[in-house]
Nanobody, 114 residues
Framework: QVQLVESGGGLVQPGGSLRLSCAAS????????MSWYRQAPGKERELVAG????????NYADSVKGRFTISRDNAKKTVYLQMNSLKLEDTAVYYC???????WGLGTQVTVSS
């Protein structure tokens, strides 16, 4: 079955950290670039970070540069999003995406609150 399954979301205080994981199955993971998106209540879904198929190239939204790091383990068919120095405005549902496949996970909720 072709799917993406996110995990690792939760409630964290401002300044805290979380690591999101996205496990892929049903396709040749190492051949595809991967992305993380997020959608906050009442806002459009936005690109957070992307990574090339072999991990040599990454890109980030300006709002998360220097705080978030995207990485991947092709042997484990997993892409990660390390989120540090979290802010209230990072609260959103975070989605994993394989752009070329137009494939999305169901999302994981991240809530930053004191």
């Amino acid at each position: 079955q072709v799917q993406l399954v996110e995990s690792g979301g939760g409630l964290v205080q401002p300044g805290g950290s979380l690591r999101l994981s996205c496990a892929a199955s049903g396709f040749i993971f190492r051949s595809y670039a991967m992305s993380w998106y997020r959608q906050a209540p009442g806002k459009e879904r936005e690109l957070v970070a992307g990574i090339s198929s072999v991990g040599g190239s990454t890109n980030y939204a300006d709002s998360v540069k220097g705080r978030f790091t995207i990485s991947r383990d092709n042997a484990k068919k997993t892409v990660y999003l390390q989120m540090n120095s979290l802010k209230l405005e990072d609260t959103a549902v975070y989605y994993c995406n394989a752009p070329r496949l137009a494939l999305w996970g169901l999302g994981t909720q991240v809530t930053v609150s004191s």
